[in-house]
């Protein structure tokens, strides 16, 4: 187990009401994790760079002394990101359930990047316990898009829903509806291949959403 305070030299701060204005907490987790939040980070820098450079992160924790990833030292929860341009990010205010759709688009984009280097992200569609962060871990590696997954099925359809209008009900059922919304999709982002059996493929699609969601344009 590690310890750090930064992410590839971004601050992480634990959540306070001013936020980005408190002390670096010691974080912990494996240096297989951080290596991998160092290419995650790398991610959204690149993907969200008309932005800014990233000020700062906010999260809830990366090692914890439970069960699970957490445990292992092999999650992140993910708050706040906050943008030199003044641009934010805040699962933590509920983003993915705001009333405006930029703001929303912005979150998918952040939860797709996630999704980039992490197996399992549970974001706020995917049940109340997540409402307020998204949680990113190492579990069944390698990343790829997994039909049977509720997380993946549930983020597939939001992001369907807010870059397309396809008015599918998110409820983690990879059925016909959410299949033909997925292909569309694909085609219009301009990816080939099986996104559900090549991580490369899955990447590419999430790497193309999320230039989407942060430039705020449908698909």
């Not at 033909?180 to 790497?207: C, E, M, Y």
Request: proline residues 3%; positive net charge.
């Amino acid at each position: 187990m590690i310890t750090f305070s930064r992410i590839d030299g971004t601050p992480v701060y634990y959540w306070r009401s001013d936020r980005g204005n408190t002390t670096l907490r010691n974080w912990q987790a494996t240096q297989g994790f951080y290596d991998s939040l160092v290419l995650w980070i790398r991610d959204l820098r690149s993907l969200s760079s008309a932005y800014g450079s990233i000020t700062y992160l906010v999260s809830a924790g990366f090692y914890v002394n439970k069960p699970g990833q957490h445990g292992a030292g092999t999650a992140m929860d993910l708050d706040y990101v906050r943008w030199s341009g003044g641009q934010v990010s805040s699962p933590l205010d509920r983003h993915h359930a705001s009333t405006t759709l930029a703001t929303r688009r912005r979150y998918l984009a952040v939860d797709a990047v996630c999704r980039r280097r992490f197996r399992y992200a549970l974001d706020g569609w995917y049940n109340a316990d997540h409402a307020d962060h998204i949680h990113s871990d190492f579990g069944g590696l390698p990343v790829r898009c997994v039909k049977s997954s509720e997380s993946d099925t549930k983020f597939v359809q939001a992001l369907c829903n807010n870059f397309m209008s396809s008015g599918l009900v998110v409820d983690g059922i990879w059925g016909t509806n959410t299949q033909n919304a997925f292909n569309t999709a694909k085609s219009r982002l301009g990816i080939t291949g099986d996104p559900h059996t090549t991580t490369s493929v899955w990447q590419a699609f999430l790497s193309a959403a999320a230039r989407k969601g942060f430039a705020n344009q449908p698909f």
